[in-house]
Antibody, heavy 120, light 107 residues
């Protein structure tokens, strides 16, 4: 059974870069599927950030695209999110998840989520 | 973007009640809608995909229907373990988008 676990700093200063990693166990990233990041700011809706394929191909949500880098490390069976130039509006619970074989598939497994606060 | 409007935002029901949640898309998404359950402090869980297909292992009291722009999620007989927040999500077009969630509580 696939399991996903987010890790990274819980506090990031404004204008800095938010960096999170999602460790995948019970399934090899190279076996296929897309892997995504979703966030939920306090009191607001879930927002898809972007997704990556094990080949390295990515797709990002346009409002965040200029600040987002999602990458995969097949040797560690993990994928990562970098969000640059953060502001308080980027405070949210960040979750990683697995899609199906294509990016237009639902998320069939999710991590617990990790709260990241942007504050000086 | 394909906006998803979910209603109600919250509801209170009793054990055994039939619970219905709706999700409306701003544009036709065919059958490409999923439903998730999230319990406090837990990861979301996929319940329904392709509007009406039950994910493996999900109890049959959960069901979904609809196509195009209007979708319905139903719990036929609410159980204590069903308390949580439910979300719809469209995956017909990028960017992927979610409904605002429905919090299900006991009366």
């Amino acid at each position: 059974q696939v399991q996903l676990q987010e890790s990274g700093p819980g506090l990031v200063k404004p204008s800095e870069t938010l960096s999170l990693t999602c460790d995948v166990s019970g399934y090899s990233i190279t076996s296929g599927y897309y892997w995504g990041w979703i966030r939920q700011p306090p009191g607001r809706d879930l927002e898809w950030i972007g997704s990556v394929h094990h080949s390295g191909g990515t797709s990002d949500n346009p409002p965040l695209k200029s600040r987002v880098t999602i990458s995969v490390d097949t040797s560690k069976n993990q994928f990562s999110l970098k969000l640059r130039s953060v502001t308080a509006a980027d405070t949210a619970v960040y979750s990683c998840a697995r899609h199906g074989p294509t990016i237009l598939d639902p998320f069939d497994s999710w991590g617990q989520g990790t709260l990241v606060i942007v504050s000086s | 973007d394909f906006q998803m409007t979910q209603s109600p935002s919250s509801l209170s029901a009793s054990v055994g009640d039939r619970v219905t949640i709706t999700c409306q898309a701003t544009q036709d998404i065919d059958k490409y809608l999923s439903w998730y359950q999230q319990k406090p402090g837990r990861a979301p869980k996929l319940l329904i995909y392709d509007a009406s297909n039950l994910e493996t292992g999900v109890p049959s009291r959960f069901s979904g229907s609809g196509s195009g722009t209007d979708f319905t999620f139903t719990i036929s007989s609410l159980q204590p373990e069903d308390i949580g927040t439910y979300y719809c999500q469209q995956y017909d077009h990028l960017p992927l988008t979610f409904g605002g969630g429905t919090k299900v509580e006991f009366k």
